[in-house]
């Protein structure tokens, strides 16, 4: 049995797993995350309950660059006052335990292919589409996060006149509609044609976003995370279509793209770190 635990800029969620199932699971929602003192605190009251049952090690994911090596977290996103935290020693200080940090798009990506829609598949790339645009990627079974835990920054990547983010993610239904990504899918549940083709021109921006992923990774499998990738059915078949001008389309014709079903496979990813 492992400690998993997946650290946001909202909320803490902990859990154990084992066999590939959260069986304990604790969730704080994040208070004075302008105190770097008081978010430890939470952090380890959140955690402390679990040791009592026999496990092995902690793994965390968090939004952020990480030393994994060292455990260092630097400049975690949403908590101001996490600038650089030494959190593998603070924690096997604390719980006499070993530990390991990643960042939290690297543990989704680890969860789907040990426990999720990525196994038995020896390439992933997964993506997360929420407030920001991230992903994880997995080559030769392996988690690669390259020398600074900066691989996967495809949001990052210069897209049009901005990047990939701005064009995928909450931050398009905002600048772009005035309206958040959550009201759209709403307003879409409810046969509003409008939203629907917001959801469609997403589905696009979303398509070259894969095509750059093809480009670079070109991998097995592509899984879709994050709390805008609920909205699948919306764009879909836009994305789909985006991709019809590829440039090798036998390699198309073998990806396959899931949607992420787990709300858990965060916390198991983060518990199989390192093993």
């Given at each position: 049995m492992n400690i998993g635990v997946d650290l946001g800029g909202t909320k803490i969620r902990a859990g154990i797993e084992l066999?590939?199932?959260?069986?304990?699971?604790?969730?704080?929602?994040?208070?004075?995350?302008?105190?770097?003192?008081?978010?430890?605190?939470?952090l380890i009251e959140l955690i402390r309950p679990l040791i009592s049952y026999s496990v092995n090690r902690i793994g965390i994911g968090v939004p952020s660059v990480v030393d994994t090596e060292k455990g260092i977290v630097y400049n975690v996103t949403n908590i101001p006052s996490w600038k650089e935290v030494a959190l593998k020693d603070i924690l096997e200080e604390e719980f006499n335990l070993p530990t390991f940090v990643n960042n939290d798009v690297n543990c989704f990506t680890l969860g789907e292919h040990r426990f999720g829609l990525a196994k038995g598949f020896n390439s992933v790339v997964g993506v997360t589409i929420g407030t920001g645009l991230g992903a994880g990627i997995i080559i030769n079974d392996k988690l690669y996060v390259g020398h600074?835990?900066?691989?996967?920054?495809?949001?990052?990547?210069?897209?049009?006149?901005?990047?990939?983010?701005?064009?995928?993610?909450?931050?398009?239904?905002?600048?772009?509609?005035g309206?958040?990504?959550?009201?759209?899918?709403?307003?879409?549940?409810?046969?509003?044609?409008?939203?629907?083709?917001?959801?469609?021109?997403?589905?696009?921006?979303?398509?070259?976003?894969?095509?750059?992923?093809?480009?670079?990774?070109?991998?097995e499998t592509i899984i879709l995370g994050g709390s805008i990738s609920k909205a699948y059915p919306y764009f879909q078949a836009s994305m789909f279509e985006s991709l019809r001008d590829f440039a090798f389309p036998e390699s198309l014709k073998r990806l396959k793209i899931f949607q992420s079903q787990d709300n858990n496979i965060s916390i198991l990813g983060a518990a199989a770190l390192n093993s």
């Open positions: 066999n590939g199932l959260i069986t304990k699971q604790n969730t704080t929602f994040l208070q004075q995350k302008e105190s770097l003192t008081s978010t430890l605190d939470q600074n835990c900066g691989a996967g920054e495809i949001g990052l990547l210069p897209y049009l006149d901005k990047n990939f983010e701005y064009f995928v993610s909450n931050s398009f239904f905002e600048t772009q509609f309206v958040s990504a959550l009201a759209t899918n709403e307003a879409a549940i409810d046969g509003n044609f409008k939203a629907l083709e917001i959801w469609d021109e997403f589905g696009r921006h979303l398509g070259a976003a894969i095509k750059a992923i093809m480009y670079v990774y070109d991998p």
